[in-house]
């Protein structure tokens, strides 16, 4: 009969917290927020050069090993240890990471960005697991075991690094890495082990971003083994779509309400096997998916965070990695049929995180990255700026600048 006073008291005590001197960044950013109404600012290069500047320093950060810090956090709820500033290096996104910083190396000819993303690949190289996995987690923090959805996106990585460089190392951590996945996999397209210890288990319609990974694979060895395993995985994610193009078995931890994160997931794996293994279904379910979503964006950029079945909002929150994400999917995916209702809502997508991202901050930990939610205090990756929210900000962005000017109505 105590808890709601207990909770009470805990909403004192956090709101007490927010002027506590070791949150003043956070408190800055609040502020900025409240000062000024969001909206749909038009990409620019400067928004992409500020968010690949942050993934520098996120590197830099995380130590001389070449993985990329997971992130900054500005601010922790009361009675938590969860660290303040740079958090450690984190293998998942460090893998995906590479394949941003050589295509942005290749836009600006930036021969840093090259050497930055090879010094990834070759820190993925050292910590791959002797059965050809990569851990989920934080690099350092918990014990390393292996998980499946942390190897597909890795395996992005050392295939890009295999295609830039030509040394085989890369290619042959890439094979035992797609191994490792096909050991996990079912005949129906489950993976039925390999479950990241960090959210609930079981398989997850948005493994099919893995299913990519492993095509591409498929693709650069030429190899139909790894192309009808990832079929195989595009079959079930096609399994858990409603009619109105809502996933079932499509989040971390609630399935009931999933993440535009991993909606975003799911719809770049679709419309990528779609692509790559010739798919008609694939490309017609990713655009089921984004009709409804093109509709749902508000005219200033604004999408909920996650969503109830039926496409109800569960939240009043912005998940930002989310919203960069399925703005690349419907930019990528109107340049190929011309969608220009799909373009206009990427357009306004992509353009509230760049107002999002254009909130003053003084701090080298927050200026130019992709903060988990918007407002801050939003509860996906809350007070904290993310490598992989900026990582997939940046390639939006490059998107959209790579469109034709017409297109782009730059």
Not at 153 to 182: H, K, N, P, S
Not at 230 to 258: K, M, T, V
Request: glycine share 10%; charged share 20%; hydrophobic share 40%.
């Amino acid at each position: 009969m105590f808890r709601p006073w207990k909770r009470a008291a805990r909403s004192v005590l956090e709101n007490l917290s927010t002027y506590h001197p070791r949150h003043r960044e956070a408190l800055e950013i609040v502020r900025a927020e409240r000062a000024a109404p969001p909206g749909a600012v038009p990409p620019e290069r400067r928004h992409l050069n500020a968010a690949i500047a942050w993934i520098r320093r996120a590197q830099n950060a995380a130590g001389d090993g070449g993985g990329v810090a997971w992130g900054y956090r500005a601010r922790r709820p009361v009675r938590s240890r969860d660290r303040l500033g740079w958090i450690g290096p984190y293998p998942e996104t460090t893998g995906y990471i590479i394949p941003t910083m050589l295509r942005y190396a290749r836009l600006e000819v930036d021969p840093e960005a090259s050497r930055s993303a090879r010094r990834m690949a070759d820190w993925e190289l050292s910590i791959q697991l002797p059965d050809g996995g990569i851990q989920g987690g934080i690099y350092g923090d918990q014990a390393a075991t292996s998980s499946t959805f942390v190897t597909g996106q890795v395996l992005f990585g050392l295939m890009a690094a295999f295609r830039e460089w030509g040394d085989i190392t890369y290619q042959r951590a890439a094979i035992r890495a797609g191994d490792y996945l096909l050991e996990c996999l079912d005949d129906t397209g489950r993976f039925q082990k390999g479950y990241s210890r960090f959210c609930a288990g079981g398989p997850k319609a948005y493994e099919v971003r893995t299913g990519l990974a492993l095509a591409e694979l498929g693709v650069m060895l030429e190899r139909d083994t790894y192309k009808q395993a990832a079929s195989r995985i595009a079959d079930y994610a096609l399994s858990c779509q409603d009619a109105d193009g809502w996933f079932r078995e499509n989040d971390l931890d609630f399935h009931d309400r999933p993440l535009t994160h991993t909606i975003g997931y799911a719809l770049e794996g679709l419309h990528g096997l779609g692509v790559l293994l010739h798919r008609q279904d694939c490309l017609e379910a990713a655009a089921r998916t984004l009709n409804r979503i093109a509709a749902l964006v508000r005219e200033d950029g604004f999408l909920a965070g996650r969503w109830f079945s039926g496409w109800k909002p569960a939240v009043d929150w912005a998940c930002l990695t989310g919203s960069s994400q399925i703005a690349g999917v419907l930019i990528r995916i109107q340049d190929q049929c011309g969608n220009s209702a799909w373009l206009d809502a990427g357009r306004r997508l992509l353009g509230f995180v760049c107002c999002a991202q254009d909130i003053p901050a003084s701090s080298p930990g927050l200026a130019g990255g992709i903060r988990g939610s918007y407002p801050f205090h939003g509860d996906y990756g809350q007070w904290c700026v993310l490598n992989w929210a900026t990582k997939f900000f940046a390639d939006s962005v490059m998107d959209y600048l790579q469109l034709p000017p017409v297109a782009g109505v730059r």
